[in-house]
């Protein structure tokens, strides 16, 4: 499998490099938070973060918080540790969207065969093309077409329209465009947002319509009939 970033969370050193070593062997890249405020840091930092590995009790904030933060921004596949083998354990996690449950001890080979599993579940499942009135966004290429000819965009201006091309008909507001656009850390103002959607708009020529602004909150993105 290709070298795809895991985040390793748990308060135990120990537990985190046994878990780093096997993932490493398997050509993982692995970065690591030993408490659930730290966890949250670092995902919002790194956008690029393909499953995270989750402990549930952990100091400063617990994996079930950690998990809830996640998931109001990313569908990232998550695995949660726990020493606790309980049922409604379980079915807490899975309610708050847990794709895999492991219970402490664990075999480290299982724990990787597991990531590696959804991983193609997760990634096949995940188009690398995107279309929309004509719109056509290569993800892995990142190009864009509009009725078959090539428009320039900048990095961000592709990532601002891909996300809005995935996001059809659903309010956004700025701050949620922010967060998965630019960095959660991000310091600039919806002004930002707003540059870079008049850019892209007039790039699109008449499709740049399809990116309509709703006053107070941010944008929608909706191909007209």
């Excluded at 070298?3 to 135990?12: G, N, T």
């Excluded at 952990?58 to 309980?86: F, H």
């Excluded at 379980?90 to 969207?97: A, D, I, R, S, T």
């Excluded at 597991?114 to 499942?125: G, N, P, S």
Aim: no cysteine; glycine share 6%.
């Amino acid at each position: 499998m290709e070298s795809l970033k895991v985040l390793v969370v748990d308060d135990e050193a120990r537990m985190r490099k046994l878990v780093r070593d096997f993932l490493t062997v398997k050509g993982f890249q692995v970065v690591e938070a030993e408490d659930g405020e730290k966890a949250v840091e670092v995902f919002f930092q790194q956008k690029d973060i393909a499953l995270v590995i989750l402990d549930v009790m952990m100091p400063r904030m617990d994996g079930w918080e950690v998990l809830k933060t996640i998931r109001q921004y990313s569908q990232v596949p998550v695995i949660m540790l726990t020493a606790r083998g309980e049922e409604r354990d379980e079915l807490q996690g899975f309610k708050l969207g847990v794709d895999e449950y492991i219970s402490k001890p664990f075999s480290p080979k299982i724990l990787v065969a597991r990531v590696e599993a959804i991983l193609r579940r997760t990634r096949a499942a995940a188009p690398d093309q995107a279309e929309a009135g004509g719109i056509q966004v290569d993800k892995v290429a990142h190009t864009v077409t509009i009725d078959g000819k090539p428009v320039e965009l900048s990095y961000k201006e592709f990532e601002l329209l891909t996300y809005f091309v995935d996001n059809q008909g659903i309010a956004l507001s700025r701050e949620k465009i922010l967060n998965n656009v630019w960095n959660y850390d991000y310091f600039g103002d919806a002004r930002t947002i707003d540059t870079h959607v008049k850019k892209l708009r007039s790039k699109m020529g008449d499709k740049g319509e399809y990116i309509r602004t709703i006053w107070g909150m941010g944008y929608k993105f909706e191909v007209s009939e």
